[in-house]
Structures are given as structure tokens and as C-alpha cells.
């Protein structure tokens, strides 16, 4: 569903466990960029107004999110950390080039903004079936439900706002580079890394 071209290995939730909260300092910094990256749609193309009733229902839902995880963190007796580099987005971000039209500019944001919720997504249902936690495990269930949700409705928009054609190639090269990144990747206590 989700068209990753590499999953991750499932050996990764083994990193997780061992330190439970850097993977929620992280996520809670994960749903806290997407609620940001929302507002930051809605910042730069106002005048897509189907695009912009999501977005802000999407901030909401992201910020959410990030208190849901952040009471997590002080249930467990802990407090949330410094945000660090992602270097999943980092890499990511290097696949398109700079400029182009208004429109291509939003497509691209679109795109790398659909591919970090299905790596996401992806990455949750791993936490949701391997985990020992339970609780935990049935925590990102949820949320790995509405991660998918939100994967298709940016890559619909994609669509929707640019020619199908070309979005459906640049989504497939996007990731086949998305692959080519995660080779590298999955040996650290992150949601993306």
C-alpha cells in the first residue's frame, strides 16, 4: 500500500527497545515538524484553499500528537529532550532540485511530505506488532493509522495541483531514492534515521 521500496528491517525495533525514550523524543520532534510543516503549507500557498481547511486540521491533529507522545514521556518518568538533525529529511530533501514555478515548488513539498508519513507509517506498524510494551505497541497502532491517512491526502494533492503523469514518475523516483537513503539508515533509536 504504502510502495516504500525498501522496508525497514524489522531488527530495527530491537534498537528501539533499548532506549525507548530517544525514540520518543524523537517521535514526539517528528509530529511536532509535521504540525510546522502544515502551518508552513499554509504560510506559502494561501491561495489553495482545499489544500489549506486540511492543513489546518492537519496542525491540530499533528500537535495533538505531540502531547500525546509528550505524556508519554512523563508517565514514564522522563522529560522530553533536545531535538536533534534528522538525517532521513536531510537526505530526503536533497532530491529536488531548488526553484521552479509556484506550483512545482508546492508539488515537490507535497511529495517529500507524503513520503516521511508512509516511512512513518511504515515504521509505526513495526513498533505496533514488535514491541514488548503493549501499551506502546497499541499507542503506535493508532497512530500508524493515521499516518497512512495522512500519506494519501498529500500525495491526492500532489496530484491533484500538478500534471498526474509527471507527479506519479517524480513520486517513483523519489522513492527509488528514498531507497538508496535507507540503505544507510535504521541503526538508531529514531523514527526516520
Known amino acids: 500500500m504504502l510502495g516504500l521500496k ?4 524489522p531488527r530495527w525495533v530491537n534498537i528501539v527497545e533499548k532506549n ?11 509530529e511536532q515538524k509535521a504540525a510546522s510543516t502544515a502551518i508552513s503549507l499554509i504560510v506559502s500557498f494561501p491561495e489553495y484553499t482545499e489544500l489549506i481547511k486540511e492543513m489546518i486540521a492537519l496542525s491540530r491533529e499533528e500537535m495533538g500528537h ?9 508517565e514514564r518518568g522522563g522529560t522530553l529532550g533536545r531535538d ?32 516521511i508519513e508512509a516511512r ?13 510494551d503493549k501499551k506502546l ?11 497512512a491517512g495522512h500519506y494519501t491526502m498529500f500525495l491526492k494533492f500532489a496530484r491533484q495541483y500538478g500534471n498526474r503523469s509527471e507527479v506519479d514518475q517524480k513520486w517513483q523516483n523519489l522513492l527509488t531514492y528514498e531507497a ?4 544507510d539508515l535504521g541503526q538508531k533509536e529514531t523514527i526516520h534515521g
Do not use: N, W
Request: hydrophobic letters at 45%; one cysteine or more.
Open 137 to 147: 505497541a497499541t499507542f503506535y497502532r493508532k497512530l500508524m493509522i493515521s499516518e
Open 180 to 183: 538508496k537513503i535507507m540503505k
Open 66 to 74: 505531540f502531547k500525546m507522545v509528550h505524556d508519554l514521556i512523563l
Open 84 to 115: 536533534r538533525k534528522d538525517e532521513y529529511v536531510i537526505a530526503l530533501l536533497k532530491f529536488f532540485p531548488k526553484g521552479g514555478s509556484r506550483t512545482t515548488q508546492l508539488v515537490h513539498r507535497l511529495l517529500y511530505a507524503a513520503l
Open 6 to 9: 525498501l522496508p525497514t528491517d
Open 20 to 30: 525507548i525514550d530517544e525514540i520518543l523524543t524523537d517521535h514526539a520532534y517528528c
Open 120 to 132: 512513518s507509517c511504515e515504521r509505526f506498524r513495526l513498533l505496533s506488532e514488535q514491541l514488548e
